[in-house]
């Protein structure tokens, strides 16, 4: 897959051009003329993966990981194809891009996209029930009120 970002020249109060400026050529992930632009070619592989949370000390191991199927891989892929998240991925790469050396903007770039990728394509799937399950911790992540007091 080939990534190309290209961002606005106009700044409106963002990083400006000037400190992009400031990386060497070589270290810098994005080309400033004609336009701040990221071009980065990937690699995308899908897994399935069971992983297995042990509580006690509070830390995920791997139980499993196998190659998708290809129908698995595209359900993935599709959102990415048709470009369901790109102004997500432009938006939060903007800063990075512009402040940070290649290595940087390439890992940030490798994160965004893979949630992106999972995110764009979540609704496609429906839940599964846990199994083995040792030991129930309910958690409340949020309450907020269905009107105003």
């Known amino acids: 897959m080939v990534v190309q970002l290209r961002w606005e020249t106009r700044n409106e109060g963002a990083t400006s051009d000037a400190r992009c400026a400031a990386f060497d050529s070589l270290d810098s992930a994005i080309d400033l003329e004609p336009s701040p632009t990221l071009y980065a070619g990937c690699s995308a592989f899908f897994f399935n993966v069971t992983a297995r ?5 509070n830390a ?4 499993d990981s196998t ?4 129908e698995f891989a595209t359900t993935l892929w599709l959102p990415t194809l048709y470009q ?11 800063t ?10 390439m890992a ?9 990728m999972l995110g764009a394509a979540a609704g496609y799937f ?8 040792d030991r129930l911790i309910p958690t409340l992540l949020g309450q907020y009120p269905v009107a105003p007091a």
């Not at 949370?53 to 000390?57: K, M, S, V, W």
């Not at 891009?97 to 290595?103: E, F, G, I, L």
């Open 53 to 57: 949370l042990d509580g006690e000390r």
């Open 60 to 63: 995920w191991s791997l139980v």
């Open 67 to 70: 190659v998708s199927s290809r």
């Open 84 to 94: 369901y998240a790109t102004e997500y991925l432009a938006n939060n790469l903007l």
């Open 96 to 105: 990075i891009a512009r402040t940070q050396d290649k290595y940087h903007v």
């Open 108 to 116: 940030a770039l490798d994160q965004h996209l893979s949630r992106l």
């Open 126 to 133: 429906a839940p599964a029930q846990a199994t083995d399950v």
